[in-house]
């Protein structure tokens, strides 16, 4: 008899139950922060990779419509000129730069039509009036180690006076 009314009790207390609401906003935070953060790190990757974008092409740009002397384009100097470049991407570190930058340089009617990928082994000056072909790439920085390495590219053409 005992046994039947407490789960008479039970029964009547059920609705109420129901309708408790106490804890559920902190339900509700910790199924939506992950989510959340998730998405805002991925904005803030996404940031950094176009800001190491642009600074490499604006760096490229530069060297191409600056005199070219002092940057080592000229001698085919490719340590030079990274060190030129390095210096105007100011999101990494110079050494870290360096060590990452993959720079080319070439005749542009040596140049495959083909997509090709950029490796850092031709740096070659040319001669005089020759349109030349410049690209570069490096790695941006990655937040989460988990995110893949996005590689800011770019490239330029100029003439060599």
Same mark, same amino acid.
């Given at each position: 008899m005992r046994g039947s009314r407490q789960r008479m009790g039970l029964t009547r207390r059920a609705p109420s139950l129901c309708r408790d609401a106490s804890g559920a906003v902190a339900v509700e935070f910790a199924i939506l922060v992950w989510p959340v953060? =998730?998405?805002?790190v991925g904005i803030? $990757? %996404? #940031? =950094?990779?176009?800001?190491?974008?642009? $600074? %490499? #092409?604006?760096?490229?740009?530069?060297?191409a419509s600056g005199p070219s002397e002092e940057l080592g384009l000229l001698t085919g100097n490719a340590t030079t000129y990274?060190?030129?470049?390095?210096?105007?991407?100011?999101?990494?570190?110079?050494?870290?730069?360096?060590?990452n930058l993959l720079v080319e340089m070439q005749?542009?009617?040596?140049?495959?039509?083909t997509a090709t990928a950029i490796t850092g082994t031709t740096f070659n000056a040319g001669a005089s009036n020759n349109a030349l072909l410049l690209r570069?790439?490096?790695?941006?920085?990655?937040?989460?180690?988990?995110?893949?390495?996005?590689?800011?590219?770019?490239?330029?053409?100029?003439r060599r006076p």
């Open positions: 953060i =998730l998405l805002l803030l $990757q %996404l #940031g =950094l990779y176009q800001y190491t974008q642009v $600074q %490499l #092409g604006n760096a490229l740009f530069d060297a990274k060190t030129t470049v390095c210096t105007r991407i100011r999101i990494l570190p110079l050494a870290t730069c360096k060590a005749v542009l009617s040596t140049v495959s039509t570069a790439g490096i790695p941006a920085i990655r937040i989460l180690p988990f995110l893949p390495v996005m590689w800011a590219k770019g490239s330029v053409v100029f």
